[in-house]
């Protein structure tokens, strides 16, 4: 049986590692944007929760597949009051943080959806690392309590939203939750039913070349597994971008919850069909498998693969392998920071990352801002910011 740690393993980059320096005007930009976007989303509609936008505008109480992006907002909110310009503007940032985690504590107890660590992880995580307040602790083992949960022991998987026979990708981001849990309180329980999900992931929905289907379908009677098919990518036999993004950057989370060396080897052989893949192109279209694809990016896969390829940097022994991660990280992050991509803070454009996708079948905020694009950019961002601010650029 895998055990979880009690602390999560450290993420520790090659220490001769430097980063482009054109990273540092990125992140200025990025950080500017992202204020002046904000903070205009908050006063325009205040205590909403928008998950993409249409032509450039964000889309209130529009229609949503599921609700899983209330965190996303928060978690911008707290970065901001640590990178904001001055003490107002910190201080005023911390203070809309606060009330927008507030806001989603009552989610705690949601089992209708798989999505808890995206709401939780950026948002009362945040919060709890900076001050300590151990009532804040108590949200997040509730939540990753929840999650846990919705286990079903025919089949070892959490389901989607979506159906009980149904496992995601995605939950791969969200089931660390259940692991931080059962490390702060040692409920072995949690423990045993989250690696499970994770293996049972890791079998039937990562393929023999790293590849990762979006959904499996399974038997409810007896538990076998049935297919491989998808909701958001090109076809059941596709590579849905950002959940190849999903799997590589949650199997490495799940490593430095577990040490369990499978789950490495599996974020090692997703990220490498991600980099592979993205040689030339480094923001990839929405399913790598579709011939022509109408639109050429899907910029929130590229946000998320970017903070998992960081990730897992600093979690591989080799330093070569090491360095391949984190360049690529790094250039991807480049990528998005062009003004192709990334919105000034002067336009009319009301997201800070462009070109991204929510649902494409479902003709959802495709071509636009997304919530998560946004706050996967800024994680990114801030993730590398905090490594070469230590070590500067030469």
């Not at 790094?330 to 991204?356: I, M, N, S, Y």
Request: aromatic share 12%; net charge negative; hydrophobic share 40%.
């Amino acid at each position: 049986m895998t055990q979880v740690l009690p602390t999560m393993l450290p993420v520790v980059l090659p220490h001769d590692l430097r980063v482009d320096p054109a990273f540092a005007g990125v992140a200025t930009r990025a950080w500017a944007t992202a204020a002046a976007k904000v903070d205009a989303l908050t006063e325009r509609h205040p205590d909403a929760f928008p998950l993409y936008t249409r032509g450039g505008r964000w889309v209130v109480d529009g229609e949503a597949w599921t609700n899983w992006c209330e965190g996303f907002l928060g978690g911008q909110l707290w970065m901001l009051s640590e990178r904001a310009g001055d003490a107002a503007a910190r201080d005023r940032f911390r203070a809309k943080a606060e009330h927008y985690s507030t806001l989603i504590e009552h989610r705690t107890a949601d089992d209708t959806v798989h999505d808890l660590g995206f709401l939780f992880w950026s948002t009362y995580r945040r919060w709890y690392e900076l001050t300590g307040d151990p009532r804040l602790n108590d949200v997040l083992v509730a939540a990753g309590r929840t999650t846990a949960s919705r286990y079903r022991p025919v089949g070892g998987y959490m389901p989607s939203f979506r159906r009980p026979d149904s496992l995601f990708i995605d939950i791969m981001m969200n089931i660390h939750l259940a692991l931080y849990a059962a490390a702060q309180t040692g409920d072995e329980d949690l423990a045993r039913v989250a690696v499970q999900h994770c293996l049972t992931t890791r079998r039937h929905l990562v393929r023999g070349d790293g590849s990762a289907s979006h959904e499996a379908m399974f038997d409810l009677a007896t538990g076998r597994f049935v297919a491989q098919t998808t909701q958001q990518g090109w076809s059941d036999a596709g590579s849905w971008a950002r959940g190849q993004a999903w799997a590589l950057y949650g199997f490495g989370t799940v490593y430095r919850f577990t040490g369990d060396r499978r789950f490495l080897a599996t974020a090692q052989a997703t990220a490498d069909f991600w980099v592979e893949r993205t040689r030339t192109a480094l923001v990839p279209p929405n399913d790598w498998e579709e011939p022509d694809p109408p639109r050429p990016w899907e910029s929130s896969a590229a946000a998320a693969a970017a903070g998992g390829l960081w990730q897992l940097a600093g979690l591989v022994q080799d330093p070569a392998r090491s360095r391949v991660y984190a360049d690529h990280a790094v250039r991807t992050v480049l990528a998005l920071g062009d003004p192709q991509f990334l919105a000034d803070p002067d336009e009319d454009w009301e997201g800070v990352l462009k070109h991204g996708v929510y649902h494409e079948r479902k003709d959802l905020g495709v071509d636009e801002s997304v919530m998560w694009g946004d706050y996967w950019f800024l994680d990114a961002v801030d993730s590398i910011e905090r490594y070469a601010g230590r070590r500067p650029a030469d």
